[in-house]
């Protein structure tokens, strides 16, 4: 009975071995740019489940290849931390396909970084920055006597370091001075983009200001055209055109996306809500969300600003166009005589472009100017005829002015000019001024003698 229980137990261990996966383990600690030796590697079998992925199950298939990362003791070798089979050995050899082995010298000797490291490159210039290359891999340390140290844990005072960059920056890198450059050391893990206040050092000059007229427009087959104002590593900033009656599909973009409406109206639909939309409409649309658009009546212009530069990509491959039509730039403020919308017009927002205009009366209208039906100024009367001199003595008592009950002149016609001032303090009465009808003599002053005929 307990030979048959030893016999049963051995065949389940057979049973289990045989459903066990081969897997190829690194004997011991494996520097980059090394060729895998076969006493370096080892086999164990490990449950189906518990294998990890892109690892090996004969040593056949490692013994021979170069070490691009380094291997830890008894740990799975994984196919990403080898070259392909018949790369040649050496720093070269441990390159990611499309970069380059550029030395750079420290400005001091240093400890770090090592290899594996991941730096970022950064220029210096005076009190400003720019970065030349970012998550930078450190592939070696070398030391004052040339040696190359290519394992992360062996420590030493580094003259330069070996690091691989891409080929469209690797010459940046080989002509940056040592007192020029700062290496900036990530921590294990962190690809995150750099600081967005720190710019590229190969970024293109950007015009700081610049008036949309000096700015080319794209046109899509659509009709959809846009305006390029301005575009950093950071963000995107243009102009939308879209004809009466257009569309945009409906489409995703890989970033935030803020529209604000100058004209136009129409309707949005962001996710499965859609929205109307008129001028001073602001819109934000949340990265990777479906987005389209349907325009009314009236030629859409809107501002586009993007939370990075990708999405506006598309727009590279559409022709140049022609500067838009008047009726498609920006309103300007009517003009004074413009009437405003009145009760029963549409005020879902048109009339944002109605702005108050203060207007001065005109000091000089002219005719048919359409100033006020107002008299006009009067114009400068000349001087009456002298009245003719009185006959009487001289010792005679001067005449007092006329009483005040003497019938006044009629008045004169709204064409003809104003009744001229009274005449001087004469002996005589003074004439009166010629009127339609002649008016009575006043009767003469008690006590005055009266001129012959």
Same mark, same amino acid.
């Given at each position: ?397 001067? +005449?007092?002015? /006329? &009483? #005040? @009950? =003497?019938? %006044?002149? $009629? ?6 000019? !104003?009744? *001229?001032?009274?005449?001087? +303090?004469?002996? /005589? &009465? #003074? @004439? =009166?001024? %010629?009127? $339609? ?6 009767? !003469?002053? *008690?006590?005055?003698?009266? +001129?012959?005929?």
């Amino acid at each position: 009975m307990y030979s048959l229980i030893l016999a049963l137990f051995a065949l389940h261990n057979v049973a289990r071995a045989q459903e066990l996966d081969a897997v190829v383990f690194a004997a011991e600690h494996v520097p980059a740019g090394v060729v895998l030796r076969r006493s370096q590697v080892y086999t164990a079998r490990l449950a189906p489940d518990h294998v990890p992925p892109h690892t090996f199950a004969d040593v056949r298939a490692v013994v021979g290849r170069l070490v691009t990362e380094p291997l830890l003791p008894h740990a799975p070798i994984r196919e990403e931390r080898l070259a392909p089979p018949g790369t040649a050995p050496g720093l070269a050899g441990t390159l990611t396909p499309g970069h380059d082995l550029v030395r750079m010298s420290l400005a001091s000797p240093s400890d770090w970084p090592r290899a594996g490291d991941r730096v970022d490159i950064v220029q210096l210039r005076g009190e400003d920055a720019c970065y030349v290359e970012g998550v930078v891999e450190v592939v070696a340390g070398e030391l004052a006597d040339g040696t190359l140290i290519t394992d992360h844990h062996t420590a030493g005072s580094f003259s330069a370091i070996h690091v691989s960059v891409p080929h469209a920056t690797a010459g940046q890198v080989v002509s940056l001075k040592p007192s020029e450059t700062a290496l900036v050391l990530r921590n294990p893990g962190d690809l995150a983009p750099l600081d967005p206040g720190l710019a590229r050092c190969d970024m293109p000059p950007q015009e700081i200001v610049i008036h949309e007229s000096d700015i080319d427009l794209r046109i899509a087959r659509s009709g959809l055209r846009t305006q390029e104002l301005a575009r950093g590593e950071n963000a995107y900033v243009g102009r939308l055109i879209l004809p009466p009656g257009g569309r945009i599909p409906p489409h995703r973009d890989t970033t935030e996306e803020y529209l604000y409406v100058i004209q136009g109206e129409g309707t949005i639909t962001i996710g499965q809500t859609s929205h109307y939309v008129s001028p001073g409409t602001m819109i934000y649309v949340p990265p990777r969300v479906k987005v389209s658009y349907v325009n009314g009546a009236r030629s859409l212009i809107a501002l586009q600003v993007f939370a990075g530069p990708e999405p506006a990509d598309q727009f590279e491959g559409w022709r140049a166009a022609a500067p838009p039509p008047s009726n498609d730039r920006p309103p300007q403020p009517p003009a004074p005589q413009s009437a405003s919308s009145g009760p029963g017009d549409d005020d879902r927002g048109t009339a944002v472009f109605e702005w108050p205009v203060a207007v001065s009366p005109d000091p000089d209208p002219g005719p048919g100017d359409g100033a006020p039906a107002s008299a006009p100024p009067p114009a400068p009367a000349s001087a009456p005829p002298p009245a003719p001199a009185a006959s009487a003595p001289a010792a005679s008592a001067p +005449a007092p002015p /006329a &009483p #005040a @009950a =003497s019938a %006044p002149a $009629p008045p004169a016609p709204a064409a003809s000019a !104003p009744a *001229p001032p009274p005449a001087p +303090a004469a002996s /005589a &009465p #003074a @004439a =009166s001024a %010629p009127a $339609p009808a002649p008016a009575p003599a006043p009767p !003469p002053a *008690p006590g005055a003698s009266a +001129a012959p005929p």
